[in-house]
């Protein structure tokens, strides 16, 4: 094919769609693609000629979007954590990642969703909050998300267990069911009501219902349970009552009541972080 061929057939949609995408899209999603498109292109001579006079040069197709440095380190520190807590011989135990602070308005958006056999890590941040963020994705293989929210009985049989220690209700143990496995989490800041971060759920029996229809109900400062070593379970909080189909009162995230999660497990009265078991 001609240059003269290849100016027609290339350059010029090429040129077009760039245009288009930067004064449409600006930095959304679309640009992820559109990089791709134009550096499997980008060794022809004419198009290293185009680009610059259009205002695009090598920087801007291989710079990549970001989030904070502080929202950076806490997802990294989210990775690290849930990789201590998976395996078979962790069981009932917990971690802890820290505060998650205010994720902004267009901000930054974490998403976990369960794919085959293994959960997906997704980061969005940049412009609009809408960019994927490539360097912060992880797998987890083996893992499935849960909550321990969902069900009245279910998030009572957790606190009767692992925060009032009711120790020979179940034969030792808790009493069944005591957390929900969900297909995705979604972390994100809500402003229709109070400006905070809320944690949304999808999985069976969710929807509109339980946990989705709170807004300011992720109070648990950064603490992750796991049953058995596969599932990782977030904890959803509410203002109304001990436990409930919410999840559990942010109080007992806090080191304000003695039998607190962080309490106990601090303290390992009876419970412990999953990187202390063997």
């Known amino acids: 094919m001609s240059v003269a ?25 679309m640009w ?21 006079r259009i205002g695009i040069g090598q920087e801007a197709l291989e710079a990549d979007v970001s989030v904070s440095e502080e929202h950076r380190g806490q997802v990294l520190e989210i990775t690290r954590v ?51 963020i490539t360097e912060l994705r992880a797998e987890f293989p083996g893992m499935r998300p849960c909550v321990i929210a969902g069900r009245d009985e279910l998030v009572e049989n957790f606190f009767n ?10 034969g030792g143990g ?6 929900q496995q969900v297909d995705s989490i979604s972390i994100a800041y809500r402003t229709d009501n109070n400006n905070a971060n809320q944690i949304i759920v999808a999985g069976p029996g969710f929807s509109d219902g339980p946990v989705n229809d709170e807004s300011d109900n992720f109070e648990s400062h950064g603490w992750l349970f796991t049953p058995d ?15 409930d189909e919410d999840g559990i009162a942010n109080e007992w995230f806090t080191e304000g009541e003695d039998d607190s999660i962080p309490n106990q497990v601090n303290q390992q009265q009876h419970f412990q972080y999953c990187t202390n078991q063997p």
């Open 82 to 132: 849930i990789n201590t807590m998976l395996g078979e011989n962790k069981h009932n135990c917990f971690g802890d990642f820290g505060e998650l602070s205010d994720l902004g308005e267009e901000g930054t958006t974490l998403n976990f969703e369960y794919r085959g056999d293994r959960t997906i890590m997704t980061i969005q941040g940049g412009a609009g909050g809408q960019q994927q």
């Open 32 to 52: 992820e693609d559109l990089k791709d498109t134009v550096n499997e292109l980008k060794d022809k001579w004419w198009v290293s000629w185009i680009l610059p």
């Open 5 to 29: 061929s290849d100016i027609i057939f290339y350059v010029l949609p090429l040129t077009f769609l760039i245009v288009v995408v930067i004064l449409f899209f600006g930095q959304g999603g």
């Open 229 to 243: 070593g596969r599932h990782i379970c977030f904890f959803p909080t509410n203002y109304h009552a001990n436990n």
């Open 161 to 170: 267990y692992f925060i009032d220690y009711q120790d020979k209700v179940c």
């Open 174 to 179: 808790p009493c069944y069911p005591y957390y």
